[in-house]
């Protein structure tokens, strides 16, 4: 289109209708985001500032009048019988879906760290072995390696080419490290798997939400203060939180996190964590002059606490009667 004139777009508009050219074909030319109406939006800035106005006006009276013979024309067209399922319309459904508990959670979880300064990651669920062991401090025949019954995914096509489905959500830190500089303060929310026998408390395929914070500062108290922040926030006042020595490759040292709610004897283990490795900074190409902490929990355990459920099978059950309590 060389001037932007609207006689010459209504001209080209009523030859088409004279000539009887089908109203899909009219929308196609004048009405799609690249038809001849949009292209004369975006060149509005070309005319005279106090001409726009006016022009602007005409082109949607215009646009209008297309769409009117487009909308009137179109189904008298219509040839091809499209099969529809019948669908009761949304308005006399008598129930309506929601987010499930663990998205509810999640959401919930990114919730509260985002107040507290971090911001959200995001990595791959199948990955290497180098991104979901050996970059963590994990080099093959390292006894930890047993620590995550691993489901393997064989690429036929490349047999050489080993991948896995995550084990846990600690390759996001690596992926994170590589792409970006420190100061680092993330959390990674995810779909972990393990090929292990499912009870109450475990599942063959959970979620864990990963948190890395590093900078030149942070010590284990500034660890022990974010994650007493972070349960304040999510559980009753008086729950308590310990902290347990363990051992963790890409941590040293190393904690599991235990939660005992209010009137409870009993605690339940809901995160591992630990002050960053030295070699997990090296491999992810970080300065080991910074430091920090990384723990990884686990969503449906802290589901379970939070709303009493016994069993974690429930999650994935499907059962109406327990997905319509939340
Ligand atoms: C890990 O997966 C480490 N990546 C955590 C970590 C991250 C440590 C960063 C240090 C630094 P672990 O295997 O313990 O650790 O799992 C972490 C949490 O996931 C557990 O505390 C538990 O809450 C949850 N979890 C573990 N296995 C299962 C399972 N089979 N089903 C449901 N939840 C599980």
Do not use: C
């Not at 959200?120 to 025949?141: C, H, K, R, S, Y």
């Not at 590093?214 to 203060?225: L, N």
């Not at 994650?227 to 599991?256: I, N």
Request: aromatic share 10%; charged share 25%.
């Amino acid at each position: 289109m060389d001037n932007l004139n609207i006689q010459t777009i209504r001209d080209e508009f009523q030859d088409m209708r004279d000539r009887s050219v089908s109203a899909k074909q009219i929308w196609q030319t004048f009405l799609s985001r690249n038809g001849r109406i949009s292209e004369a939006f975006n060149r509005i800035g070309e005319l005279e500032s106090h001409t726009r106005k006016e022009f602007g006006q005409e082109l949607n009276a215009l646009k209008q009048e297309i769409q009117e013979y487009v909308d009137a024309n179109q189904e008298t067209e219509e040839q091809t019988p499209i099969d529809l399922l019948p669908v009761a319309p949304i308005e006399v459904a008598e129930e309506r879906g929601h987010l499930s508990l663990i998205s509810q959670t999640l959401y919930e979880i990114q919730d509260v760290f985002e107040r507290l300064g971090f911001s959200v990651a995001q990595g791959p669920q199948m990955e290497t072995e180098w991104f979901n062991f050996d970059a963590l401090n994990i080099p093959v025949d390292h006894p930890a390696r047993d620590m995550w019954d691993t489901i393997w995914v064989e690429d036929k096509t490349e047999p050489e080419h080993q991948y896995l489905m995550r084990t846990h959500t600690s390759p996001v830190q690596i992926h994170h490290m590589h792409n970006t500089k420190p100061p680092y303060r993330v959390i990674a929310p995810g779909v972990v798997y393990r090929y292990e026998a499912t009870d109450a408390t475990h599942e063959t395929v959970f979620h864990q939400v990963e948190g890395l914070m590093v900078d030149d500062v942070t010590t284990i108290a500034t660890f022990k203060g974010v994650m007493q922040m972070f349960f304040r926030h999510l559980f009753p006042v008086d729950t308590e939180m310990r902290l347990r020595p363990s051992y963790f490759p890409f941590t040293e040292p190393s904690f599991e996190i235990d939660i005992r709610p209010p009137g409870s004897e009993e605690w339940l283990e809901i995160a591992g964590a630990g002050m960053v490795h030295k070699n997990v900074l090296e491999n992810a190409g970080v300065d080991t002059a910074y430091q920090g902490f990384a723990f990884g929990m686990g969503v449906e355990r802290i589901i379970m606490l939070k709303h009493g459920i016994d069993d974690l099978r429930h999650f994935h059950a499907a059962d109406l009667r327990f997905i319509q309590q939340f």
